[in-house]
């Protein structure tokens, strides 16, 4: 019987700090690669994929907000939300290819050691170490408001904890002479950003194949919407992401004939809203469910519907 939109604006990010976050990381990026072969520091060259994760991130963030600005047109009624998906799926399959060439190496000079330069390396790891530290303090006050500047944190969160490993590394083999740690430290990195790359995956295809998000609890939000007083029964639930962060709802509400139909998709609207964060809802109501067809959810009216002959149903039978 109605139809209720709400359409959610994304929250306001702190484009500046993200922009500077991204100057700082990826320059220093470009420095580290520089740096991991003029003193053949695997540890370096692994530290410097993980810091490509930071840079990667933080431009999906940035992209998000530019493009969270154009309006929907007549053929992207959503607009470009999904731009932050595919980016983030792409970003996880280059840095399993990434993480393959630096387990693959580490190994090989596991097997034969090659010499290192420690105190660049040492250098290099501490000027990293504060390039994440700067990023991280630039981040902090947008990351509990916006989920793309907390995800682009906890990259840099986490890359942090790589410069302490690659400084490790460079302080045991100055004064101990173990070259081989360079590559153990190496190695570690590498199996550090496997499974984070695999989440990333996990959860952009989980979006892009339209399901449920994670924090939705099905179960809640059916057993919610069904304790409204007035709500008879539920159908034609579907809950989904348009990109991290803004999820939307459609449902079929069956409801009683004495309850009024606007107040009711207000008190919805507000519960969604206040429970489950679901800002985007188109909600349908209905006082008689409508009957599930191949083509959908159809109202049929059997006061019309002529009772069909024996024959025309042997027919359809044959057919």
Same mark, same amino acid.
């Given at each position: 019987?109605?139809?209720?939109?709400?359409?959610?604006?994304?929250?306001?990010?702190?484009?500046? %700090?993200? =922009?500077?976050?991204?100057?700082?990381?990826?320059s &220093?990026l470009?420095?580290?690669? +520089?740096?991991?072969?003029?003193f053949?520091?695997?540890?370096?060259?692994?530290?410097?994929?993980?810091?490509?994760?930071?840079?990667?991130? @933080?431009?999906i963030?940035?992209?998000a907000?530019?493009?969270?600005r154009?309006?929907a /047109?007549?053929?992207?009624?959503?607009?470009?939300?999904?731009?932050?998906i595919?980016?983030? #799926?792409?970003?996880?399959? @280059?840095? &399993?290819?990434?993480?393959?060439?630096? @387990?693959?190496?580490?190994?090989?000079?596991?097997?034969?050691?090659?010499?290192v330069?420690?105190?660049?390396?040492?250098?290099?790891?501490?000027?990293?170490?504060?390039?994440?530290?700067?990023s991280?303090?630039?981040?902090?006050?947008?990351? /509990?408001?916006?989920?793309n500047?907390?995800?682009?944190?906890?990259?840099? =969160?986490? /890359?942090?904890i790589?410069?302490?490993?690659?400084?490790?590394?460079?302080?045991?083999?100055? &004064?101990?002479?173990?070259?081989?740690? /360079?590559?153990?430290?190496?190695? #570690?990195?590498?199996? =550090?950003? @496997?499974?984070?790359?695999?989440?990333?995956?996990?959860? %952009?295809?989980?979006?892009?194949?339209?399901?449920?998000?994670?924090?939705?609890?099905?179960?809640?939000?059916?057993?919610?919407?069904?304790?409204?007083?007035?709500?008879?029964?539920?159908?034609?639930?579907?809950?989904?992401?348009?990109?991290?962060?803004?999820?939307?709802m459609?449902?079929?509400?069956?409801? #009683?004939?004495?309850?009024?139909?606007?107040?009711?998709?207000?008190?919805?609207k507000?519960?969604?809203?206040?429970?489950? %964060?679901?800002?985007?809802?188109?909600?349908q109501?209905?006082?008689?469910?409508?009957?599930?067809?191949?083509?959908?959810?159809? &109202?049929?009216?059997?006061?019309?519907?002529?009772?069909?002959?024996q024959?025309?149903? +042997?027919?359809?039978?044959?057919?």
């Open positions: 019987m109605s139809t209720g939109h709400t359409h959610a604006l994304p929250s306001e990010r702190n484009e500046k %700090s993200l =922009w500077i976050a991204l100057a700082l990381t990826g &220093f470009l420095a580290e690669v +520089a740096a991991g072969i003029v053949n520091s695997l540890a370096l060259l692994s530290d410097a994929a993980h810091m490509f994760t930071d840079a990667a991130a @933080l431009a963030a940035l992209a907000v530019r493009v969270a154009r309006p /047109d007549a053929k992207r009624t959503y607009g470009y939300y999904r731009f932050e595919l980016a983030a #799926a792409f970003n996880a399959l @280059l840095l &399993f290819g990434v993480a393959g060439y630096i @387990l693959y190496e580490g190994w090989q000079r596991l097997r034969e050691p090659a010499q330069q420690s105190s660049g390396m040492l250098v290099v790891a501490v000027l990293g170490l504060i390039v994440n530290l700067i991280m303090r630039m981040l902090q006050g947008g990351k /509990d408001k916006s989920l500047v907390k995800g682009a944190y906890l990259e840099v =969160w986490s /890359d942090m790589g410069s302490i490993g690659v400084i490790g590394a460079a302080l045991v083999i100055r &004064f101990t002479g173990w070259v081989w740690v /360079d590559a153990v430290v190496a190695v #570690a990195i590498g199996l =550090w950003v @496997l499974p984070r790359t695999w989440l990333l995956l996990k959860e %952009s295809l989980n979006v892009l194949l339209e399901g449920v998000p994670d924090g939705i609890d099905m179960g809640a939000l059916m057993a919610s919407v069904q304790a409204v007083p007035g709500v008879t029964g539920l159908h034609d639930l579907h809950v989904w992401a348009l990109t991290s962060g803004k999820v939307s459609t449902a079929h509400i069956v409801y #009683a004939p004495e309850i009024g139909p606007d107040e009711l998709l207000k008190t919805l507000l519960l969604l809203a206040d429970r489950f %964060s679901i800002f985007h809802t188109t909600l109501l209905e006082i008689v469910a409508c009957e599930h067809s191949v083509d959908g959810c159809n &109202f049929v009216d059997h006061r019309h519907k002529e009772p069909s002959s024959p025309d149903q +042997a027919a359809a039978r044959q057919a």
